[in-house]
């Protein structure tokens, strides 16, 4: 029996809805280590089983933000089973994003 083709572009598609459902997520986190949170991007693994979430800081300490977001990756992950729609929700690493700081620098 062969496999279902993959479906093209999904983990794109995948990492996309990820990406807009974890900013809306990380809004609603009442920490107050997060600041003004930019998810910039997502990275996920092939089979789905970690996503790694670059974001930026507008006001805050990055350090103890990327702390506590990943502390709370779990209870975000949970809320990400609730609005997508697949078989397996990967793990969240949060990540500071140091290119738009380096970009401000270089101007």
Partial sequence: MKHKRA???RSFRVAD????????????L???RVGMVTV??????????HAKV?????????????????EAAGFIR???????QIHTV???????D???ERAADLN
């Fill in 17 to 28: 809805q990820i990406q807009r459902d974890v900013a809306v997520l990380v809004r609603e």
């Fill in 78 to 84: 949970n809320s990400l089973f609730k609005r997508l």
């Fill in 90 to 96: 990967p793990t969240l690493h949060f990540q500071f």
């Fill in 40 to 49: 910039n991007a997502v990275d996920v693994t092939p089979d789905y089983a």
């Fill in 54 to 70: 670059f974001f930026s800081l507008l006001v805050g300490n990055a350090e103890e933000c990327e702390v506590a977001l990943n």
């Fill in 98 to 100: 140091r290119t738009t």
């Fill in 30 to 32: 009442k920490d107050p």
């Fill in 7 to 9: 479906i093209p572009n």
